[in-house]
C-alpha cells in the first residue's frame, strides 16, 4: 500500500518567485496537514484541512496558502519567497479527526531558496 | 501555548546499551502522544501513539510511557543498535475542538556507536 506520497521531492526557488508543493494522503485518509522543519528544529504546523475545509492554521505569514481536493490531495502554495522558507516541507495524513487516531509522514519536498 | 521539551538533545552510546529519551509537555490537556523517527533529510516514521488513557505501549524493542498529569513522556530502547541511530521526535496532539495539529520538540539525535 502507498504511503504518505510527496512531490517533488527537492526543489530549488529564487528569492521572489513562487512554489507549489503536492501531497497525496493514504488511501481513504481524509485529513491532511503540512509541516515546516527548519534545519535543527522540529516540525512547525502550517495547515491542516478536513474533508476540503481549513481546520486549523498555524502562526505563518499570508504568502503561505493551501487548498484540499475532491480526492483528498493537497497542495501547499508560497509566495514572494524568503531565503528564510528554506526547509523541508512535510505533509502528514489521518483517517479522521477522531482523537484515538495517528498521523503519518510523507518523506518531504526540500525548499531551497537563493 | 503548549511547549515541547526533549532532553538531552543528543546521545552517542555504545552498542548494546539501553536507553532513555525523554519529552516534557506543559500542557496536560492532551488526546495523545506520538514518537517519531527521522533519518537524516528523510520524513518522519510513526514508532509509537499513546493515547492520553494509556499509561505505556511498546512495540518491539522499544517502549514508551506516558504520565500525562506531571506532563511527561519517555522512550526506552533496549539493546540498542548502529541502525537506531536517527533523531527520535516526541509530539503531543492537544486537545482541540476544530482540527488535530501536532506540537513538537526539537528532538534527540542518537547516535549509536558498533
Known amino acids: 500500500d502507498a504511503g504518505v506520497t510527496q512531490s517533488p521531492t527537492h526543489l530549488i526557488k529564487t528569492r521572489g518567485q513562487h512554489v507549489t508543493l503536492r501531497c497525496s494522503p493514504i488511501s481513504g485518509h481524509k485529513s491532511v496537514s503540512w509541516y515546516q522543519q527548519v534545519l535543527g528544529q522540529g516540525p512547525q504546523f502550517i495547515f491542516q484541512?478536513?474533508?476540503?475545509?481549513?481546520?486549523g492554521r498555524g502562526n505563518f505569514p499570508d504568502r503561505f496558502s493551501a487548498r484540499q481536493f475532491p480526492n483528498y490531495s493537497s497542495e501547499l502554495n508560497v509566495n514572494a519567497l524568503l531565503l528564510g522558507d528554506s526547509a523541508l516541507y512535510l505533509c502528514a495524513s489521518r483517517l479522521s479527526l477522531g482523537s484515538n487516531t495517528e498521523a503519518f509522514f510523507g518523506q518531504g519536498t526540500r525548499l531551497t531558496v537563493v | 501555548k503548549q511547549e515541547v521539551t526533549q532532553i538531552p538533545a543528543a546521545l552517542s552510546v555504545p552498542e548494546g546499551e539501553n536507553l532513555v529519551l525523554n519529552c516534557s509537555f506543559t500542557d496536560s490537556a492532551i488526546y495523545n502522544l506520538q514518537w517519531f523517527r527521522q533519518d537524516p533529510g528523510k520524513g518522519l516514521t510513526s514508532l509509537l501513539l499513546?493515547?492520553?488513557?494509556?499509561r505505556e505501549q511498546t512495540s518491539g524493542r522499544l517502549n514508551a510511557s506516558l504520565d500525562k498529569s506531571s506532563g511527561r513522556s519517555t522512550l526506552y530502547i533496549a539493546a540498542s543498535q548502529p541502525g537506531d541511530s536517527a533523531t527520535y521526535l516526541c509530539a503531543v496532539r492537544p486537545v482541540e475542538t476544530s482540527g488535530s495539529r501536532l506540537t513538537f520538540g526539537e528532538g534527540t539525535q542518537l547516535t549509536v556507536n558498533p
Open positions: 484541512y478536513y474533508e476540503k475545509e481549513e481546520r
Open positions: 499513546i493515547q492520553s488513557s494509556q
